[in-house]
């Protein structure tokens, strides 16, 4: 079961096999949970959410066409479950948490003379990098996990949010640019040293 | 110096930049310090996220999401095929509904049987309640269209109020069914 493609298991699973999905579930439990975890920041939520997703995947499994991956649908999914979960803490998705000025302009050149060469090679700067990151709103929090650690495409990460790409890469854009003023605000504040 | 924007350093990272404007960037690159530095601190961003832990997910999940799935979901044979060919089917419905009910107005109330039958027979697959639904539509449509007769050109007003009447019964339709049997949505 192991070495099946996702498309193969889904195949099984429309076919009558329903324990197959449960391999499909250990495939992508850890990653969803990552998305989750991004923009939910709390566990017990994140956890529901996921299980929320997954139940909700299954039974809208005759429905999967296969033109994306069984992971980019499970990801549209899960982001409306968590900006339901948003929603409902009346949280909104935009929101700035505490970087509101931090974002660069586009045309914005930054002088980066100042950081030193080896600094971001550091485990100092990767701890800065994760401050950073989990400081974002969640929905660039969010995009920026899809951009980052799954290496999703603009198109793909239009598709999970249902954003045409000219938003997507105006909100990739915004989320680097606040991540990026993150970093570098904390490289300042706490003096790095080589 | 034609230092590249915050924008444009992304989409060369990201192979993305147009051809002509990569190479630009390359070059400018090979002597600009500060620009390096900012593609060495965006890309180590990336590697770090990328080469952080994901976050666990419980080990009870896979068994937690069996327990509360349903019934397997794939859509029976007949309905796979009905949502094929709903779109077509729908419009069929549609220009039949238009053709017929300029065909009253035009023809007057004559003969309202007939057209009444035809209908049924158009819109028969789309379910009994459809069929009623068609019916009070044109008996609403050939009144209506008798009051707005005295408005100036009435002919031509009577047609864009059928095209409007029939738009919306498909999409009550669509909505009705869920996107089972009429596939509007994307």
């Known amino acids: 079961m192991e070495s099946l493609s996702d498309h193969e298991i889904i195949n099984r699973v429309l076919g009558g096999n329903m324990r197959s999905f449960a391999t499909l579930v250990e495939r992508h439990q850890d990653k969803a949970m990552t998305l989750a975890m991004r923009m939910l920041r709390n566990r017990e939520e994140a956890e529901e959410a996921v299980q929320d997703a997954f139940v909700r995947a299954f039974n809208a499994l005759g429905q999967f066409e296969k033109r994306s991956t069984f992971s980019t649908w499970l990801y549209r999914i899960l982001f409306n479950v968590c900006s339901t979960i948003l929603s409902k803490r009346g949280e909104p998705m935009q929101s700035i948490s505490s970087g509101k000025n931090e974002e660069e302009r586009e045309d914005e050149i930054p002088d980066f003379s100042e950081i030193p060469d080896l600094i971001v090679e550091g485990e100092e700067f990767r701890e800065r990098v994760i401050e950073a990151l989990n400081e974002l709103p969640p929905l660039y929090s969010g995009i920026a996990t899809m951009f980052y650690l799954d290496d999703l495409s603009y198109e793909e990460i239009g598709t999970i949010t249902g954003s045409p790409l000219g938003t997507v890469k105006a909100r990739l854009f915004r989320a680097r640019a606040m991540l990026r003023a993150g970093i570098v605000r904390r490289i300042g504040t706490k003096e790095l040293a080589l | ?186």
């Open chain 2, 1 to 186: 110096m034609n230092h590249p924007t915050t924008a444009e350093l992304f989409e060369f990272i990201d192979n993305r930049l147009g051809k002509e404007r990569s190479v630009q960037v390359e070059s400018h690159l090979a002597e600009c310090a500060n620009c390096r530095r900012r593609i060495e601190f965006e890309r180590s961003t990336r590697r770090i996220v990328q080469s952080e832990p994901l976050f666990r997910a419980p080990e009870r999940l896979a068994a937690l999401v069996m327990v509360n799935v349903a019934a397997p979901t794939r859509d029976p044979l007949l309905l796979r095929l009905l949502s094929k060919l709903g779109s077509f089917v729908a419009m069929i419905a549609v220009l039949a509904v238009i053709g017929l009910a300029i065909a009253k107005v035009s023809g007057g109330n004559d003969q309202p049987d007939k057209t009444s039958s035809s209908i049924t027979q158009v819109a028969a697959p789309l379910s009994e309640a459809y069929t009623k639904g068609l019916q009070i539509f044109v008996h609403q449509t050939s009144t209506i269209s008798q009051s707005i007769e005295n408005t100036g050109d009435a002919q031509f007003w009577k047609t864009v109020f059928i095209v409007l009447l029939s738009i919306g019964v498909l999409v009550a339709a669509d909505k009705l069914f869920g996107r089972r049997f009429i596939k509007l949505r994307s």
